[in-house]
């Protein structure tokens, strides 16, 4: 094959030297005579082909590096591509969730504010109003601007119609206010939260919160994230403000309160490692902690209820003085409860009793308590928190982390103490009534063991818990009420105490860490008022068993699979027919008590909880009662389902008003709440300048309410705890004996009932 139609690049062994030679001589002119031989030409298109494959590896080596660069960058620009991508997926995820979470926000935020601003006529609320009016006369002039206040009137010398005017003449003022306040809360949740912080205000106290930290500073210097507050040099309120305009998250309310909570909880921490004695901002810091808990509990998240919860607890352990006191933890030095304490203790300690707490100062005291409270009814704030977020998001464990940080038995024993005092055993009933789920959920695990061998049954701690808050409803006392304040979520209490507080505050244009001292004559006449009402320690009680009541009847209904021990129940069973006896028997003595409406609501759920206990006969068995419980239980229920005045009792009440006497009946500040309840008080102030129609129709409605309030002639029990006490005597006894036993207790001969309906009448006459 001839050489220049070859393409191909071969070695040098492959070629035929001899028939190159031959082809070479061939193509030479005759008689040319040549200076080389064609081996030299062979050679040297050798050399020319190895320059050349050489010069072609080269080009070849640059091409594969050229191509291992562009994949490299290829590679990177993929990469990067690829990273871009993702952020941008994150970037949107992230934005996504935030529009979902703000527009539920404020869907939320703008149903409540549609039902706080909602119009109330002055004819139904017209002393809400002026409470409320009242409460808010401290606040800023944006937020006063919006409430609903009613001016005081002279009910003698303003008609109806005027009122009316007034009325609707603030309804338009509060339409427009309502548009402005939501289109400001749109463009900014933050500055809607400082507006809210700003006018907060502790129930019972003239002044809002923060108005009490603007003159108080701190003892340390004390800096988290971008919150800075330094020693002795600016006040709390300051730094609470600046670290608050200053966050940057302006709709995030969930990142917004869980820092705000977090950075005024570790101060409050420090200051018990720091200098525990110095607790003067301590009470108004943990009222803001509690208000932000408050204000949005859905933005709350779980890890963060645990966080809190295990704090709050472990500084509640400072205070066991407190929750089981030997006396009044206010008492002042001098005075005899504590002397006579003091002196028994040395006699039984022979010389080895600890005077610290003798030796505390006055104001010492008074901050710790109202410490103590505030924490305690932040314990029960977390709970209710915890408790939402399991009925509001699916498959929640928030009460489970609530739970795991609460010592069991540390809470048996210093929140349900016999020594512990009323307020803290209300606390502490309200916290387990959060705990309760359908689920079979109370407290620190499940009330039940799922087995297959052994039947349902409660553990321990339930069972220890349920027994040992039993026997407040017939042992709890005035001796329990040791300090009457306000707390932070509801009234059991006089907010007299907080007069105490008010004390040992810094006044307005100072500024100091340091609380104000007095005169044990000026504590003194706070203190000594503490038990001047009998009537409000009852309440207290009532009210405290009310909620117990509460508590068991969730349990039971709630839980329903489970089967506590038959002692247990029958224990409460004991105790519910005892405290139903001693109730009736209080209402027998003083029947014109303004508690008595109170009472029997509590004999009507305990009715309503022993049908529960007895129905089921897995529960409580009949036979199985001992004669004293059930002989006590029939006679109890007996007095509810016997014969009552009821009718004699209408018709009194309705002669009475239909004679246009417009007085009391039996108990005027009873009746008085009642008739505001229903928003007729105004009216029958004015009665008899309305016109006649109008009268009467107030009168009737008047009527209607008094009629089914209990009245001081006849137990004001309902129809359906009438049923459910005879369905129980009906369980417990024959037929037979049924009818002698209701015989023999409404046996009234003709004489005894001419005598009765002649009382009614004179009453009528003298009235």
Not at 83 to 88: D, G
Not at 168 to 191: M, P
Not at 715 to 744: K, Q
Request: glycine share 2%.
């Amino acid at each position: 094959m001839p050489l220049e139609n070859d393409d191909t690049f071969d070695d040098d062994d492959d070629f035929d030297l001899e028939q190159v030679y031959n082809n070479a001589q061939a193509t030479q002119p005759s008689g040319q005579i040549q200076t080389y031989g064609p081996k030299d030409d062979i050679y040297q298109m050798k050399g020319e082909n190895a320059i050349l494959r050489g010069q072609i590896e080269k080009i070849h080596k640059e091409q594969t590096e050229a191509q291992k660069r562009l994949k490299e960058d290829f590679d990177k620009m993929l990469r990067d591509k690829e990273s871009y991508i993702q952020a941008l997926n994150e970037s949107l995820s992230k934005m996504k969730s935030e529009n979902e979470f703000l527009v539920s926000e404020n869907k939320n935020l703008y149903q409540t504010n549609s039902r706080k601003r909602k119009l109330r006529s002055v004819d139904s609320n017209s002393t809400a109003l002026s409470q409320h009016e009242t409460s808010t006369q401290n606040t800023s002039h944006m937020s006063a601007s919006t409430q609903n206040t009613t001016p005081a009137m002279n009910e003698e010398n303003n008609s109806r119609s005027e009122v009316e005017r007034i009325s609707e003449k603030k309804s338009h003022t509060d339409i427009k206010v309502v548009v402005v306040n939501q289109a400001t809360f749109f463009q900014d949740e933050k500055t809607l939260f400082i507006e809210a912080v700003t006018n907060y205000v502790i129930s019972g106290m003239p002044r809002p919160t923060l108005n009490y930290l603007e003159n108080i500073s701190s003892t340390f210097d004390y800096t988290s994230n971008d919150f800075q507050i330094l020693a002795n040099e600016n006040s709390f309120k300051s730094a609470i403000l600046r670290y608050l305009i200053n966050f940057q998250d302006k709709n995030r309310i969930d990142y917004l309160l869980i820092n705000f909570i977090e950075i005024l909880l570790e101060y409050v921490i420090q200051t018990f490692e720091l200098d525990e004695s110095q607790l003067l901002p301590i009470p108004f810091l943990l009222s803001l902690i509690n208000f932000a808990l408050n204000y949005r509990p859905k933005a709350i998240n779980e890890k963060f209820i645990g966080e809190t919860t295990d704090k709050i607890v472990s500084m509640l352990w400072h205070f066991q003085g407190i929750f089981k006191p030997e006396f009044d933890y206010l008492s002042l030095p001098g005075s005899n409860h504590m002397m006579n304490f003091v002196t028994m203790q040395d006699k039984e300690n022979s010389g080895l009793m600890d005077y610290s707490f003798v030796e505390k100062t006055m104001h010492v005291k008074i901050l710790e308590v109202f410490t103590a409270i505030f924490l305690m009814d932040l314990l029960s704030t977390l709970s209710k928190v915890a408790s939402f977020h399991v009925f509001t998001f699916t498959n929640s464990s928030a009460n489970s982390t609530f739970w795991k940080k609460v010592p069991q038995q540390n809470m048996v024993n210093s929140f349900l103490s016999r020594k512990t005092p009323i307020h803290f055993i209300y606390s502490t009933v309200e916290i387990l009534l959060n705990s309760i789920h359908d689920d079979d959920r109370f407290a620190f695990g499940n009330t039940r063991r799922n087995s297959i061998t052994k039947p349902t049954t409660a553990n321990e701690i339930t069972i220890q818990i349920l027994e040992q808050i039993m026997q407040f409803l017939t042992t709890i006392s005035p001796s329990q009420i040791h300090f009457n304040v306000f707390g932070l979520n509801h009234l059991i209490g006089s907010n007299h105490h907080l007069e105490l507080l008010e004390m040992v505050s810094i006044p307005s244009n100072k500024l100091s860490s340091y609380p104000q001292t007095h005169s044990f004559d000026q504590y003194e006449e706070i203190l000594r008022t503490k038990f001047e009402y009998f009537q409000k320690q009852e309440h207290y009680i009532l009210s405290t068993k009310m909620l117990i009541m509460d508590l068991f009847e969730s349990f039971y209904s709630a839980l329903i699979m489970i089967t506590l021990p038959l002692n247990t129940n029958s224990k409460l069973t004991r105790i519910l027919c005892q405290m139903i006896g001693e109730e009736q028997e209080m209402i027998i003595r003083s029947p014109r008590s303004s508690n008595n409406n109170l009472r029997i609501d509590l004999i009507s759920k305990s009715v309503k909880i022993l049908h529960h206990l007895i129905a089921q006969e897995s529960s409580v068995k009949i036979n199985e009662l001992s004669n004293l419980t059930l002989r006590e239980m029939i006679i109890v229920l007996l007095r509810i389902s016997s014969k009552s005045m009821k009718n004699e009792s209408i018709d009194f009440v309705t002669k009475l008003r239909h004679a246009n006497y417009n007085g009391v009946l039996f108990n005027g500040v009873q009746e008085k709440n009642e008739l505001d309840k229903y928003g007729l008080w105004n009216s029958i102030l004015s009665l008899t300048k309305l016109p006649p129609k109008e009268q009467k129709r107030v009168t009737e409605n008047r009527i209607q309410i008094e009629i089914d309030l209990y009245n001081g002639i006849e137990f004001g029990y309902s129809d359906e705890t009438i049923d459910l006490a005879r369905d129980i005597v009906g369980m417990c006894v024959t037929g037979d004996e049924a009818d002698r036993l209701h015989d023999s207790i409404n046996y009234v001969n003709d004489e005894d009932e001419d005598y009765e309906m002649a009382e009614l009448g004179d009453f009528e006459g003298s009235a």
